[in-house]
């Protein structure tokens, strides 16, 4: 973030031009090493011990050496020298800058101090931008009276430098009362913390399909149904880490499901956060007030049954795959398939999953917690009714142990947690078949 916003303040003074300072952001992020393929290179990791490692980020917030530590895969000492050799964003930065001859050593010290003088950033502030230190620049862009906001807006943050994008930066936080937008997606959290967190694009410029590009892993030209199911995908999971990480803390939390909403107006009280990703501008909302009003009609995100393999002789054993997100689903069944499972359907909510169910009869169910219409304890209930000795395998996001306890006694047999590791879920539906 260091990058981006000294960056932007060298074009402004007419330092360096705009070409430049692109072609600087783009050299950076070439340059970096990743932590886990310096340790690879070190010998000290294997490639399926890093894979572990990036999938277990996606379901815990917390850094690559500190899970590498705590599966004892390398020791702190290891780590520590690692993220030596890794360097830091500040330095290699100057270092293209450099490089390239659009500045020298005394202009970037006169620039530094002038920039951190303009800007009103302390010493302790400058030290934590230059090394994109998250958990400590959020109290200082993300500021609110209620510590909760400034947790969850840094968490959000952390989850797009990992898994979207290092281009990007923030801006201060601010309360508005209303807004007009473009697209907005989001999701309501009820409990001991009632609020809505939801990415708003004001226009259309490119943010949602940014966002949703990056976190699917696929291209994306127009905001469609397929880019709010991703944007509403990072959401969830980004609410499940929060209400794992709060549940320790004694706050209990539940997650209703997504929703989207286009060309409408946000009335109300409500915390937003500037992000620029990739230069596009999207705004992080977060509203602790439920009586806030986001958009009157919904964007219907229309689901549909859809029949799945019809080859099931030569198959390992039939699933059906219950999910609200097409993007879930997706991922599930190519991980299903590539094992020699037969899908035999998908269906998008717990309605469509009980009648699929009774359709097809399949070996086992895969059944996502939050869905609309039906959740998938609902529909858990409704199938377990009709049939006693149907083995279902609940999908939940980090954070919703209670309704994983509760599915248990209902007759679910195992769990998997979102996002998806793939070696837990050929092991989880193996060993049901079994």
Not at 40 to 45: P, S
Not at 61 to 87: H, I, N, P, S, W
Not at 355 to 377: C, F, N, R
Not at 398 to 426: N, Y
């Amino acid at each position: 973030m260091f990058s981006q916003l000294f960056g932007k303040y060298l074009v402004e003074k007419g330092v360096i031009g705009a070409d430049d300072y692109e072609a600087a952001i783009r050299k950076q992020l070439d340059v970096r090493v990743k932590l886990g393929t310096i340790a690879v290179a070190e010998g000290l990791l294997k490639e399926e011990q890093v894979e572990t490692l990036n999938k277990l980020q996606m379901q815990f917030d917390k850094r690559f050496g500190d899970l590498a530590v705590e599966k004892e895969y390398l020791t702190q000492e290891q780590v520590e020298l690692l993220l030596k050799k890794q360097g830091n964003p500040y330095m290699q930065f100057l270092e293209v800058l450099l490089e390239q001859g659009w500045v020298n050593v005394s202009q970037m010290d006169e620039q530094l101090s002038a920039f951190q003088k303009e800007k009103g950033f302390s010493d302790a502030d400058m030290t934590a931008l230059k090394n994109d230190d998250f958990d400590a620049l959020m109290p200082i862009f993300a500021f609110s009276s209620k510590p909760f906001v400034t947790e969850l807006a840094g968490l959000v943050v952390r989850n797009l430098n990992r898994f979207v994008t290092r281009d990007f930066y923030v801006g201060q936080i601010r309360h508005v009362e209303q807004m007009d937008y473009r697209y907005l997606a989001g999701q309501r959290t009820t409990g001991d913390y009632d609020l809505y967190m939801a990415f708003v694009e004001e226009e259309d410029n490119g943010g949602f399909t940014t966002l949703a590009s990056a976190f699917a892993g696929e291209q994306f030209d127009q905001v469609n149904a397929d880019v709010y199911d991703a944007v509403c995908e990072f959401i969830n999971c980004s609410s499940g880490l929060f209400a794992s990480d709060v549940s320790s803390k004694g706050v209990n939390m539940d997650m209703e499901p997504t929703f989207a909403y286009e060309n409408q107006q946000v009335i109300g009280k409500v915390y937003a956060l500037p992000i620029y990703l990739e230069d596009h501008k999207l705004q992080l909302l977060i509203a602790v007030d439920s009586e806030v009003k986001l958009g009157e009609k919904p964007y219907e995100m229309e689901t549909e049954l859809l029949e799945g393999s019809g080859n099931t002789e030569n198959a390992k054993g039939t699933v059906l795959v219950v999910d609200d997100s097409k993007m879930s689903r997706k991922m599930l069944r190519t991980i299903l398939e590539e094992e020699g499972y037969a899908v035999v359907a998908e269906a998008g909510n717990g309605e469509e999953g009980v009648e699929a169910y009774k359709k097809y009869h399949p070996a086992v169910v895969t059944m996502d917690i939050t869905m609309p219409k039906l959740d998938g304890i609902g529909a858990l209930r409704e199938i377990m009714a009709y049939d006693s000795n149907a083995r279902v395998v609940m999908i939940t996001a980090a954070g919703q142990q209670q309704k994983i306890i509760e599915a248990l006694k209902l007759g679910a047999e195992k769990f998997i947690t979102k996002p998806f590791e793939q070696s837990d879920v050929v092991s989880t539906i193996h060993s049901i078949m079994k």
